[in-house]
């Protein structure tokens, strides 16, 4: 079994940061391609940024220049730094990954539980 768990949300004024962290737990062969993503009220599940294996990344535009992915492999966790917040970006935000369990076994795509960022003043 394997587990995202997502940390680090939260209120936050607009133009702060915050990052989030997206830890991987169970059976973890390797952590492949990740993404985020984000859903506000009444609007659809959007991609936020992703990142393949070989560490190519890429963002939505309302974002690029903001935020960043990145990870620690010895943790098994996936961050999204996020600066100068806006009110925009205030949304119930996911992380995604294709993770192989054991080296013989395809990937599968896992998700988190979701973690509230609310940018208001």
């Known amino acids: 079994q394997v587990q995202l768990v997502e940390s680090g949300g939260g209120l936050v004024q607009p133009g702060g940061s915050l990052r989030l962290s997206c830890a991987a737990s169970?059976?973890?062969?390797?952590?492949?391609?990740v993404g985020w993503y984000r859903q506000a009220p009444e609007n659809q599940r959007e991609l936020v940024g992703a990142e393949t294996s070989a560490g190519s990344t890429t963002y939505t535009d309302s974002v690029k220049g903001r935020f960043t992915i990145s990870r620690d492999t010895a943790k098994n966790t996936v961050y999204l730094q996020m600066n100068s917040l806006k009110p925009e970006d205030t949304a119930v935000y996911y992380c995604?990954?294709?993770?192989?369990?054991?080296?013989?076994?395809?990937?599968?795509?896992?998700w988190g539980q979701g973690i509230q960022v609310t940018v208001s003043s």
């Open positions: 995604n990954a294709r993770i192989k369990r054991r080296w013989f076994e395809s990937e599968a795509t896992y």
């Open positions: 169970g059976t973890i062969f390797s952590i492949n391609a």
